[in-house]
């Protein structure tokens, strides 16, 4: 049935919690405005001893759309050190730019290692 809004719902439109009595102070946690970013994600290129580099720098271009120059830098920051920061994404992003990658380093049987971990 339809209803019109009262003048108490309408004061309630800030986006914020409605208030209460709060005299004995016990709801100043619950109140406090939630912010509801998503967890975000770093994908990682590990090094090993067997990857051609232009497979990697390839791989730098083609999955995470680097210039041919910062794939390079990446590149040899995980030859060097072992591990790299290849890009933050979403979950669900995050997850499918590690399959690609797992992928495509099978299918051309290198044994280059890609994983994700929350940031
Ligand atoms: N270490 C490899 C080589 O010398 C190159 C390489 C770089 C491999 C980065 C994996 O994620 C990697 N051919």
Same mark, same amino acid.
């Given at each position: 049935?339809? $209803?019109?809004?009262?003048?108490? @719902?309408? !004061? ?5 919690? #409605?208030? =209460? ?9 619950? !109140? &406090? #405005? &939630?912010?509801?970013?998503? #967890? ?6 590990? @090094? ?6 232009? /497979?990697? %720098?390839?791989?730098?271009?083609? /999955?995470?759309? *680097?210039?041919?120059?910062?794939? /390079? =830098?990446? *590149?040899? !920051?995980?030859? &060097? +050190?072992? %591990?790299?920061?290849?890009?933050? /994404? ?6 499918? +730019? ?10 051309? $049987?290198? #044994?280059? $290692?890609?994983? *994700?971990? +929350?940031?």
């Amino acid at each position: 049935m339809f $209803q019109y809004a009262s003048a108490q @719902n309408l !004061t309630m439109s800030s986006g914020e919690p #409605p208030k =209460e009595d709060d005299s004995d102070g016990d709801l100043a946690i619950a !109140t &406090k #405005p &939630k912010s509801k970013r998503p #967890p975000l994600y770093k994908v990682l290129l590990l @090094n090993d001893d067997y990857t051609p580099m232009e /497979f990697v %720098v390839h791989i730098l271009e083609h /999955f995470f759309s *680097m210039t041919h120059a910062q794939a /390079f =830098e990446i *590149m040899l !920051t995980v030859h &060097k +050190k072992g %591990v790299a920061v290849v890009g933050v /994404f979403s979950h669900e992003i995050a997850e499918t +730019k590690v399959a690609q990658v797992m992928d495509f380093a099978r299918q051309h $049987q290198h #044994p280059l $290692q890609c994983t *994700m971990e +929350k940031e």
